[in-house]
């Protein structure tokens, strides 16, 4: 996708493969930064603070990861304490546990000289398949958003076609086009007047980071909101539709995303507001059912919810220069929000039933949210 005029992905091989190169999120919006990966241990602590995020990219990042532990060691054992380290970065998005069994299904058979190579060449692999499947989930993604905008009254066809989103699951999450917002850029490259009220997705804030950075640079009209507000808008009728990622979906259709998707589900079914999950195959689960019961959710730090990260502006004397302020400087930084002593708890993802899920978007079609609607698509038995 497109920064400044430049396209991007969100991952690329280095160095003829000796290191790869990924964007750091924990800057954005303010700094446009990149970053080299050189090793596993790097990769791991990339996954696991959040420099790279989002389901299908944590899987690419950990398929070259594993490629930069065989590198560095081809053997048995370092294949197996490579697979458990990247494994353990983050638990809930199943796309880790897919990417990773996929590369090592690849290599574990070959000899120790052939593994890295085939681990490049299998993660290479999967980062081209995300590319492709999400702009397919774009496309069908995009009959759907027109067929909902032709559905509204004479009255409001004028009006731009309000989505709300949660989280990012824009191209930042994936290698490329993302999964919910793709029928978003799609949409609004076709010449729909499309507006997006982006959840600010607290406590990280992913939504008023990177999902507002991406459709600004993208330039789809959008408005941040707090995570409260979504609620009092549906009321209002100014959401056609909700749209959301995910990062582990079971095989009854259950859908495990960012913390607060479920409230946003919940007040969608109240006002009559479609909701709707855009994911790849890689996000499937199909060994549970019961999201609730069975998907492990991730319980980050607290500080994360007791401090809030941003761009601080300091200017002349606190530089040391002119009490005038005309030096002055920006810099990233955290503030505590709550008393000192205060506990918080971070629950970083939470379930949405299934029946509450108005259809999933994938690169295969739309389907309701539902083991016949998974397997009628997948041919799964
Ligand atoms: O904690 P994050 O930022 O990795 O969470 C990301 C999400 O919840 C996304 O919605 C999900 O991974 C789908 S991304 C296409």
Redesign the pocket.
Known sequence: MNIDGKAWRTIWLEAGGRSIGVIDQTQLPHTFTTRSLANLDQAAEAIAT?VV????L?GVTGAYGLMLALQADPSDGALDAAFCQLLAT?PT?VNLQWALERVRDRVVSLAPAERALAAQQEAGAIAEEDVLMCEAIGDHGLRLFEELAARRPASRQKEPFNVLTH???GWL??VDW???LAPIYKAHRAGLQVHVWVDETRP?N?GASLTAFELGREGVPHTVIVDNAGGHLMQHGQVDAVI????RTTRSGDVC??IGTYLKALAAQDNGVPFYVALPASTIDWSIADGVAEIPIEARSDREVTHIQGLVSVVGAALGHSPRGESSSAAITQVQLTPTGSLGFNP??DVTPARLVTALITERGVVSASEEGLKQLYGVE
């Not at 959301?244 to 990062?247: A, I, Q, S």
């Open positions: 959040m995020r989002g389901a299908p944590i983050r998005a989280c990012n699951a999450a994936t993302g999964t919910a990280r992913q959301v990622g995910t990062d995303n960012k970083a993802f």
